[in-house]
């Protein structure tokens, strides 16, 4: 099992910029990737980044040229540095840590509201 805890949410004006933490415990070594996920409501949890256990790192299209994913050197905490945040960028973000594709856990997720 893992356990996922988010933190870092919160309402921020256009422009702004937010940094989300996640820190998995329990059996962190079977992880094979974490990364983040947003969802609004009445959409579809969609992937905004993630990063593999060797480091190999990919974005959803939106998040290329203003998020930033990265880790811990001991690979239990997971960041997501965004900026430029845009009102669209409104969600529910959520980590998830992956196991294999089908063995998947997920936070409780974390609010991130921009003003326009």
């Known amino acids: 099992q893992v356990q996922l805890v988010e933190s870092g949410g919160g309402l921020v004006r256009a422009g702004g910029s937010l940094r989300l933490s996640c820190v998995a415990s329990g059996d962190v070594f079977s992880i094979a990737a974490m990364g983040w996920y947003r969802q609004t409501l009445g959409e579809q949890r969609e992937s905004v980044a993630a990063?593999?256990?060797?480091?190999?790192?990919k974005y959803a299209e939106f998040a290329k040229d203003r998020f930033i994913i990265s880790r811990d050197n001991a690979g239990n905490t997971v960041y997501l540095q965004m900026n430029n945040l845009k009102p669209e960028d409104t969600a529910v973000y959520y980590c998830?840590?992956?196991?294999?594709?089908?063995?998947?856990?997920w936070g409780r997720g974390t609010q991130v509201t921009v003003s326009s």
């Open positions: 998830s840590a992956a196991r294999s594709a089908d063995d998947r856990y």
């Open positions: 990063i593999g256990r060797g480091g190999t790192i």
